[in-house]
């Protein structure tokens, strides 16, 4: 073997190594969304709630996204809720921004659930498969 040939191989077999490596790495890595998840659901589970929740009306309710009837679910639920976007199959989700200490997210859904214009109420969580 003459030493051109040991040139032109290496610099392939580093190029394949570290290719590999980085894989290696990237699979075992965990992905950062896990903890952000659970930090963010330690909280609305917690004293101070910042969270989303997805409420579908009864069909009378024409413009949900109003500041006027914002303000009126807002009042009902305890706690201040911002419009975000509509949602596929009719439902609005909805942001609620830290509430007082004795309100947590249970209790938010809970009252906005009761509302004889709310079909349904529920905290916009990420579902995953089961295994």
Known sequence: MSIPAVKRRCPQRVFVFLLCLCVAIGCTAKAGGDA?????????????????????FQDHVSDPSSGQYVNKLSAAAGAKLFYL?????????????????????????????????????EPDVKMRHQK
Request: without cysteine; proline residues 2%; aromatic residues 6%.
């Open 36 to 56: 952000d998840e659970r930090t963010a659901a330690d909280r609305a589970a917690g004293k101070n709630i910042s969270a989303q929740i997805i409420i579908k």
């Open 85 to 121: 976007r509509a949602m596929s199959g009719g439902a609005h989700v909805f942001y609620v921004r830290e509430a007082d200490g004795k309100t947590q997210l249970k209790d938010v859904v809970t009252r906005l659930s009761r509302l004889p214009d709310v079909l349904y109420a």
